[in-house]
């Protein structure tokens, strides 16, 4: 077969003949006017148009420039696409702003300074409620530094689709080699056998990408042409066509790589060479942000081509043996309703038992919500002097990524070798694996663990605890056990109105005029013996905020509020962890502030549990509002109060939990209140 040199064509931003795809509302490329977009002054037109732009300004109180998109009502999956630049030091975010939400939701974040325009691009997900995009652009106060946009189209399906006909392709992005790249191709010379693009309507002005070896200096030359990284969940059939001859020798792969860097070769055709256009399908499965990447390796400069044409995405699954067939989260536990699909090995000596603690000052409760089950082993439930507990999960399919989480705590072992231990069985009820195992005895506090592991058949997992001898042995316990697919180091980060304190105080505010301390954010246990959490209830080991009574005097209140919210016609639900104990402890309260007054939604008063206790509640707000979290110190200096965990979230709440207004009593409240 004679060789095939394809055309090269210049990548520019004019010039190309291309049938574009439709542009759904909210599109704009800035030429006459802002398409309905409204700013706060700090964006501005270019005379020539064609751009708008954020420049920093030294004077300014307020660095951040926000852009907001007019109401959008687009019911089907949609691709935000920006062309934008930032010159100097600064940022540039794209939001999703539901209006009956009270929070914006971070799509994607750019921070890389750019001679030239990039392209950006975020999925829009199908839904029937309205919203708009707000885009917020930074530049560095500091520097000479602006944030432009070029252009912002939204186009129907999937940021992973494209059909090569815009003059961004969709943000695909060519790993730069010196000898092999990804080029766009199209029809330059009707002699060649892969001039036209693969497209039905007979079009031959069509374009599709595409690398030869013509250059290839060295062996295994690579060329890797990069999708945009996903921005939500993605789950279906990922869908193109190919042209391929190999002649002596190329090696033409998929993979995906997700954040961590980490690639997966996910499909590599079967013909060595295609005679025309070979539609190809992969199942893909994104549970967590990832990278499609399409990679192709030559031998020599006789190495043949590659060329891609319309790629699609649809959420159906290519091939059905590959859908999935068992959801992970059915190995998951709380313990409050039974043990779930847990089951253990010899049912004439269990090892393990369903155990609750009601609020006390002496005993820890569990990690759900301080007053619910967990699991215990003890040498109590055993009817020998030594036991071997082991307790196991539901299998699962192999071949995939599983993240395990669950919480432990460790009390009264001598010896941590053998105290809790997790293996990985096999179908045939073999251990494949250690995974983890206690290596030191721990503190009385819940403490998180997170597993990453794979398998290649059905597997399933199994907690063990050991006891040989009695006087080595105390308590072990589990607790609220989630599975997820993926890899734990890979989190989808904390949504809006979530804050658990490891990254600092989510925008939280110290009010200074009608308090006399402020909360406190730390890690470990608080200075003053006898009250005060020993860890924070995320991980055992992470950070929460909280009064400390020997910087304060009796009745001294610290308030700590939230950043201003949007108010919602429907309702809010508060979700947070509150510790207090300790016989001086005082009040802890959670107001809603609206229009300039202060609501009482919740209270406690005096000493409640060494736990961490779980509150929600249900608030209604069509104002914007403030949530306020306030303490009051006790009569003496063990009165410490903490918070963690906070979640505000659409209502109303699924589980009330601790949903009484007002509980709690102590002999020094008119003390305290005065």
């Given at each position: 077969m004679s060789r095939v040199r394809l055309p090269l064509l210049a990548l520019c931003l004019c010039g190309l003949l291309r049938a574009q795809q439709p542009l759904l509302p909210g599109s704009c490329s800035f030429e006459s006017g802002t398409c309905g977009y409204t700013h706060d002054g700090r964006w501005s037109m270019n005379e020539e148009g064609h751009l708008i732009s954020a420049e920093s300004s030294p004077s300014a109180r307020q660095q951040t420039a926000v852009l907001l998109?007019?109401?959008?009502?687009?019911?089907?999956?949609?691709?935000?696409?920006?062309?934008?630049?930032?010159?100097?030091?600064?940022?540039?975010?794209?939001?999703?702003?539901?209006?009956?939400?009270?929070?914006?939701?971070?799509?994607?974040?750019?921070?890389?300074?750019?001679?030239?325009?990039?392209?950006?691009?975020?999925?829009?997900?199908?839904?029937?409620?309205?919203?708009?995009?707000?885009?917020?652009?930074?530049?560095?106060?500091?520097?000479?530094?602006?944030?432009?946009?070029?252009?912002?189209?939204?186009?129907?399906?999937?940021?992973?689709?494209?059909?090569?006909?815009?003059?961004?392709?969709?943000?695909?992005?060519?790993?730069?080699?010196?000898?092999?790249?990804?080029?766009?191709?199209?029809?330059?010379?009707?002699?060649?056998?892969?001039?036209?693009?693969?497209?039905?309507?007979?079009?031959?002005?069509?374009?599709?990408?595409?690398?030869?070896?013509?250059?290839?200096?060295?062996?295994?030359?690579?060329?890797?042409?990069?999708?945009?990284?996903?921005?939500?969940?993605?789950?279906g059939c990922l869908s193109f066509y190919y042209h391929r001859d190999q002649e002596l020798g190329n090696i033409f792969t998929v993979f995906t790589r997700d954040q961590l860097g980490h690639y997966e070769e996910v499909w590599r055709p079967e013909e060595y060479t295609t005679k025309g256009w070979t539609l190809a399908g992969i199942d893909l499965k994104a549970p967590h942000p990832l990278e499609v990447v399409f990679e192709v390796a030559f031998n020599s400069a006789r190495g043949g081509y590659v060329a891609i044409d319309d790629v699609t995405f649809s959420p159906q699954f290519c091939h059905a043996a590959t859908e999935p067939t068992v959801d992970p989260s059915v190995a998951s536990c709380d313990f409050e309703d039974g043990l779930c699909l847990y089951y253990q090995e010899k049912v004439e000596n269990k090892v393990w038992?369903?155990?609750?603690?009601?609020?006390?000052?002496?005993?820890?409760?569990?990690?759900?919500?301080?007053?619910?089950?967990?699991?215990?082993?003890?040498?109590?439930?055993?009817?020998?002097?030594?036991?071997?507990?082991?307790?196991?999960?539901?299998?699962?399919?192999?071949?995939?990524?599983?993240?395990l989480r669950f919480y432990y705590m460790l009390h009264g072992f001598r010896k941590a070798d053998n105290a809790l231990v997790v293996y990985i069985y096999d179908e045939n009820n073999v251990a494949q694996g250690k995974v983890w195992s206690l290596t030191d005895t721990s503190r009385a506090v819940w403490t998180q663990v997170d597993i990453t592991y794979m398998k290649p058949m059905a597997s399933k997992i199994v907690f063990a605890s050991i006891c040989n001898r009695f006087w080595d042995c105390g308590l072990v316990a589990i607790d609220d056990i989630t599975v997820s697919l993926g890899d734990c180091r890979v989190t989808a980060g904390s949504a809006p109105g979530e804050c658990d304190f490891e990254s600092g105080t989510c925008g939280y505010i110290q009010e200074s005029k009608h308090d006399q301390a402020d909360w406190l954010r730390v890690r470990g246990h608080t200075p003053t013996s006898y009250t005060g959490p020993m860890g924070d209830h995320t991980t055992g080991v992470g950070h929460f905020m909280y009064i400390e009574a020997s910087l304060m005097r009796p009745g001294h209140r610290a308030r700590m509020l939230t950043s201003e919210m949007r108010g919602s016609s429907s309702a809010r639900c508060l979700t947070f962890y509150f510790h207090m104990h300790g016989s001086g402890t005082g009040i802890m309260s959670v107001l809603l502030r609206s229009r300039g007054s202060d609501k009482l939604l919740w209270r406690r008063r005096g000493e409640q549990s060494v736990s961490w206790t779980r509150a929600m509640l249900d608030y209604h707000c069509e104002t914007q509002h403030q949530i306020i979290f306030e303490a009051i110190r006790g009569p003496s200096l063990r009165s410490d109060i903490a918070l963690d965990d906070v979640s505000i979230r659409r209502g109303p709440c699924e589980d009330p939990g601790d949903s009484a207004p007002y509980s709690g009593s102590s002999e020094y409240f008119n003390e305290i209140d005065n």
């Open positions: 998109s007019p109401v959008l009502e687009h019911q089907e999956w949609s691709c935000v696409r920006l062309v934008y630049q930032i010159s100097g030091q600064g940022s540039l975010q794209l939001h999703l702003r539901p209006l009956l939400d009270s929070f914006d939701y971070t799509l994607w974040t750019s921070v890389k300074a750019s001679d030239s325009w990039l392209i950006g691009s975020a999925d829009l997900p199908n839904t029937t409620e309205p919203y708009q995009i707000l885009l917020e652009g930074r530049p560095d106060a500091d520097n000479k530094s602006s944030v432009s946009i070029f252009e912002v189209h939204i186009v129907p399906g999937y940021c992973v689709e494209c059909n090569f006909e815009e003059h961004h392709l969709c943000g695909y992005s060519n790993s730069w080699n010196p000898n092999v790249n990804w080029y766009v191709g199209g029809m330059r010379e009707p002699e060649s056998n892969l001039l036209d693009n693969h497209i039905h309507s007979g079009d031959h002005r069509g374009h599709f990408m595409y690398v030869d070896s013509l250059y290839v200096k060295h062996f295994q030359e690579v060329a890797k042409l990069t999708l945009p990284m996903t921005t939500v969940p993605l789950a038992s369903r155990y609750s603690v009601k609020p006390n000052a002496y005993k820890i409760g569990d990690h759900t919500t301080g007053t619910g089950c967990f699991l215990l082993a003890h040498t109590h439930f055993a009817s020998m002097p030594g036991y071997v507990g082991r307790l196991h999960g539901p299998y699962l399919p192999g071949n995939h990524k599983y993240c």
